[in-house]
């Protein structure tokens, strides 16, 4: 069976939905799961700023523009794509009151076969006090002419610029083992940290790890392809090196997903197996690694079955439970973890969710 890309995640779930239904067993979120913030358009990665406030990059919802004909599209049924200036940044106080910091970013759906599973803005990093995002719904491939995924700094009027062209890295820099019929020119880019003034983001459908400097170059880290096939490298998290998860293609085989460890001079190696569906992965101030599971015990993604554990060394501790879909995680300067909930999913808009989860101690 073909392996279906990490867009087309997205679209099960919005094919399950419109079906009624789901082989799983969900359940509801555990006790310590509490609804922080609501009202959200696709919500995915979030970091907490030097203001204290929590950032969130919302998807958004898409677009009715097509650029079939102009260029380039993803082969059906996934694509074509339509797109439009629908994707936002978020911030939410400590009473998780919703502002907007930044609007009418790019933003682009898959087919109507495919569910108009939607991507735009797909993280958030800070350096100091300057924000940047990272971009997942452009390009001409996406149904946006004239756009491009890109690393972008926000500033704080909403205005931005483009530090780095993505989309164009990507183009003339082909990773050694991409998937012809799993393949996105533009590029998913999921995932994104701050280290050493430097920007690193991740790309689940070519599969690679790239370092952005803030005068725009780009430089790849690690091919991840070149070593491990195509996985679907999603979330980054660094302490030391770079420690990568995947989210895996589909049918999901659970325990098939893992995380590896790079070095910054591209080095991989697996150091954490036996997880499913990661589509976060975050250390605590105590250096203990969490992986953020987007759904298990099902072959597809499923509401109400995903999970946070902790790496210990006596195995996978659950950490929650009953997650509906999530798409992102990071640690607050409470000690507790924030997840994107309800991260991907048909219209209506604003049903995503940020929840709080409070972290039980270690076991000795």
Known sequence: MKPIRLLTTFTTLALLFASGTSTSQAQSPSSNVTVFATGLNNPRGLTFGPDGKLYVAEGGMGGTTSTVGVCTQVVAPVGPYTGGFTSRISRID???????????????????????????????????????????????????????????????????????????????????????????????????????????????????LDAVSLDGEIHRVADISATQGHIVPTSVAFRGNFFVGNLGTFPIVEGSSKILEITPGGQVSTVVTGLTTVLGVAFDCHGDLYALENTTGNPFPTPSTGKVVRVTRNGLEDIATGLFLPTGMTFGPDGALYVSNVGFGPPPTGLGQIVRITVPPVHP
Request: a negative charge; charged letters at 15%.
């Open 94 to 208: 400590a009473q998780g009151n919703r502002t907007t910091v930044a609007d009418h970013l790019p933003s682009s759906q898959t087919s109507d076969a495919n569910g108009n599973a939607v991507s735009g803005v797909s993280d958030i990093a800070f350096i100091g006090r300057e924000m940047f995002a990272l971009t997942a719904g452009s390009g001409c491939s996406h149904g946006l002419a004239h756009t491009t995924n890109a690393v972008l700094q926000i500033y704080p009027n909403g205005f931005w610029r483009m530090v780095a062209d993505l989309s164009l890295f990507q183009k003339l820099h082909p990773v050694a083992t991409p998937d012809p019929a799993d393949f996105e020119p533009d590029g998913v880019w999921y995932s994104m940290v701050a280290v050493a003034g430097k920007l690193f983001a991740v790309e689940p459908n070519h599969g690679e």
